[in-house]
């Protein structure tokens, strides 16, 4: 069993930047995959970035260049640094783990709000 807790969201203008934080207990941390997703209201949860045990990166294509995922093992954490930020990033971010091996095993965390608005 893996929890999750998301910090760093809030209020920022258009143009700013946020950097949220997702830390893991209670598992291996480097034997997970993990990943930042977003839901909108009124829209369906969508992937933003991932960040795999061995370090490789994916963006959907609507944050590459603006937002950059890593990880830190030795602290069990992830982290999406969100530059550039626009009124239509604005959704509850999502942090998801899932093991590298056993793909069946997933986990979520609660959810941090972003809002952009000026």
């Known amino acids: 069993q893996v929890q999750l807790v998301e910090s760093g969201g809030g209020l920022v203008q258009p143009g700013g930047s946020l950097r949220l934080s997702c830390a893991a207990s209670?598992?291996?941390?480097?034997?997970?995959?993990m990943g930042w997703y977003r839901q909108a209201p009124g829209k369906q949860r969508e992937l933003v970035a991932t960040?795999?045990?061995?370090?490789?990166?994916n963006y959907v294509y609507f944050v590459k260049g603006r937002f950059t995922i890593s990880r830190d093992n030795a602290r069990n954490t992830v982290y999406l640094q969100m530059n550039s930020l626009k009124p239509e990033d604005a959704a509850v971010y999502y942090c998801?783990?899932?093991?590298?091996?056993?793909?069946?095993?997933?986990?979520w965390g609660q959810g941090t709000q972003v809002t952009v608005s000026s």
């Open positions: 998801n783990a899932q093991h590298a091996v056993r793909r069946c095993l997933k986990y």
């Open positions: 209670g598992s291996i941390f480097s034997n997970y995959d």
């Open positions: 960040i795999t045990t061995g370090g490789g990166v």
